[in-house]
């Protein structure tokens, strides 16, 4: 069967779709506002005429393209192209101020690599188990879960704990904003109805990561020609033991990447913050994360790639896409006859392996045009910000209309824009705040179905050993920091 | 009162429109005599991008272009679970080149609940009915209850059973809330976000009903088991499932994927749009292209459409007004 699946792939047309769909996805993924799910309901008009094969890779490889693009844009210029490299600015950025961009951008590229290979190997050889594992995840231990994601990204994000906890705060009561996800009344629309859909995460992000920068390039007064030393040492090389030292920071983050790629509707963006604060908090050198640490690249980048693999199990197993790009996956995989679920592994077993095998193989063009696109992007840092950042602002505008085009995303994005810059100019951290808009919906949704379902007792919670042991990591987690802090505190004295 | 206010103020509003409307058709005389469609066609899609209304949608575009003469342009136009569309379609010109194609949420339940901004009725034309996915009464394959008389019975004896939805205020949540006041059956109600989450919220035992649609593969693999189906007519690929009228149950909650325009169209121009895109609809190409989707055709005059909409959009208003109390 994989013998069979792989002489599927030797087609000149897949190889091209492999090509086209790669660059695509990280031209695309690189700029902000155009996410992977954009790009790939845009493309199903194209692929209606292409082979099931070809047409697949090419949707695929824009996927996995597009999450790694987005941390070109993270890193050479501060803003995230997608939400899930948002993680990746943090040390990336930092690094490409350095000097060190073409560093970053290599050690991004080939964590990114390997966040996927190992998904996609999961993906191969465990889907089926996976997907139960998947339907175990109920309401309560959904809950348990994303208290477990917050506390993490809280603890060990970096910086003050109770910065990041504020800054939670704040994302989480920008999430209330919208229709009730229980009850389906409105809850501060102020009879708007184009607030009824709440603040859109791709608008909030493009403002408070992409037009905050602007305003703060605008009103910083600082840095107002750049000096043309940094261009020099762009090209950095990476070596495989350089990567070979961070073989533990890697795993641990596609681990948790698939995990949390294979449960539905949390997305890339947490796993890439939760391993981000994993890596620090395992770090011997804590101090050096958010001032360019390569492993606080690495950490994000594998584990927002390997939601990719995780995500496709309970899509391809059981035809339930966990997210806007897995949806939107599964609409194309059906018009080529490829319908998900219980039958497809037995109906069309060869196109699915093809396929699980090109996922893998899509990592050749993947760092074969990404070191070559590095060349290009970045000399990027050379311009002048007074030409770059205009741009970026009219990109931000276009971004946030385009999601739903809708206007009342472009004035949500230009808010969060002026909020950003000011808890910028106050020293808050802005991370906390886009994970408390992320996780808060859904966290206040899954506890209260939980609730709903239990008929509002909290046994539900005490009853689930997953829901249990999740709650029970929270409070170690808690306790280890605060221990960490002491200890820290009294050396420090 | 504040309701009656905005009431007022939409009609204000909708007739100084129709004055203007007339007052510029008046200068624009010359512009009738031009054949329609001189120019291309939009098709509103009120959901995202590549979902199965929008791919739908899309092929059906594809497969009218030749017939109208004229490109059709497909644009998604998301949120507010489809009420942000309908209702800058319901304000767009009546000219015959602003269409909508519209699923049974934006058309008629979520109008009978609450303000929406466009009255389903007063505001649209239905052009024809071309698909709709059937919901079923979903139970795992391995729960006790042979039949929804069996669900019901335990449910009226002491067990409390919890169902899953697509969403709060759903055709779906809506029928089964009449349900269980009819049969006094003790149903919890839990939304989910989307169909899917609803469906692995079922396989998953975290709840012991779904009101979903797309169980077809599901029920086949011996995973969940089909009771009945929410529509107004029997699943034609599950012919021995009724359906809740035919179970004793006077509810239903049709579904539809409608193309629809604004009312004020001119009578021409919706028959030539009607004549197009009944034929693309009732094409062969359409119908494997649908069969791809796991999506039915399901074909119902302009007319018929409108008298479902109506009898659905009073129901749920009692069943809304009911509920309030």
Known sequence: MLLDAFYALLDVWVVIAAVVGVIAGIVIGAIPGLGPTMAIALLIPVTFTMSPIPALILLLGVYQGAIFGGSISAILLNVPGTPSSAATALDGHAMARQGKAGEALRIALYASVFGNVFSCLVLMLLA???????????????????????????LFGGGSILDSALMTLVGITAGIVGLDPIEGLP???????????????????????????????????HRQSRPSAEVGSVSGHVGLLAMWRMRVTLLISSLIGTFVGILPGIGSTVPAFVSYGFARSRSRHKETFGQGEPEGVAAPEAANNAVTGGALVPMLSLGIPGDAVTAVILGAFMLQGLTPGPFLFQHHGVEVYAIFEALVLLSIPCVLFGLMMFKGAVHVIKLQPRHLFPAIAILAIFGAFSVNNSLFDVGVMLGAGVIGF????????????????????????????ALLTSGGSVDIFLNSPIALGLLGVTALCALGASLQRLRHRRQGN | MSYHQQGFDALLFHRITIALATALLLVTTTAWAEP??????????????????DISARQLAKLVEPILGQPVVVENHPGGGGINAMRSVARADPDGYTLIATTSSPAFVTPALRDVGYDPIQDFLPLLNYSGPYHGVLINADSPYRTLDELLEAARNGTRLTYATAGALGGAHLSFTALSRET???????????????????????????????????????????LAVLDDERDPDFPSIPTLAQSGHDIEF???????APRETPADRIDTLRDAFTQAASSDAFAQVMKKLNQPVRLMSGEALEAVIEKNLTDYRELASELKK
């Open chain 2, 184 to 226: 006094h059956a003790d149903l919890q109600h839990v939304p989910f976000d989307g169909a899917s989450s609803a469906t692995a919220a079922l396989l998953g035992h975290h709840v012991d009903i779904a009101l979903v649609p797309a169980y077809c593969d599901l029920v086949n693999d011996g995973r969940l088991r089909l």
């Open chain 1, 128 to 154: 089926q188990p996976l997907a139960s594992l998947a339907l175990d995840f109920g309401p309560a231990q959904m809950a348990a879960l994303m208290l477990f994601a917050l506390a993490i990204i809280v």
């Open chain 1, 187 to 221: 809850r501060f629309t102020f009879g708007s109805f184009a607030a009824e859909d709440g603040l859109q995460l791709i608008p909030v992000l493009i403002g408070l990561f992409a037009m905050s920068e602007v305003l703060l390039q605008a009103f910083g007064g």
């Open chain 2, 254 to 260: 049709p579904s539809i994927v409608a193309l629809m």
């Open chain 1, 422 to 449: 000011l808890f910028r100019r106050c020293g808050f951290p802005l991370p906390p705040l886009l994970i408390g808009l992320i996780l808060g919906p859904p966290l206040e949704e899954s506890l209260r179905q």
């Open chain 2, 36 to 53: 329609f469609p001189s120019r291309p066609v939009t098709l509103v899609v009120p959901y995202g991008a590549g979902g199965t209304t």
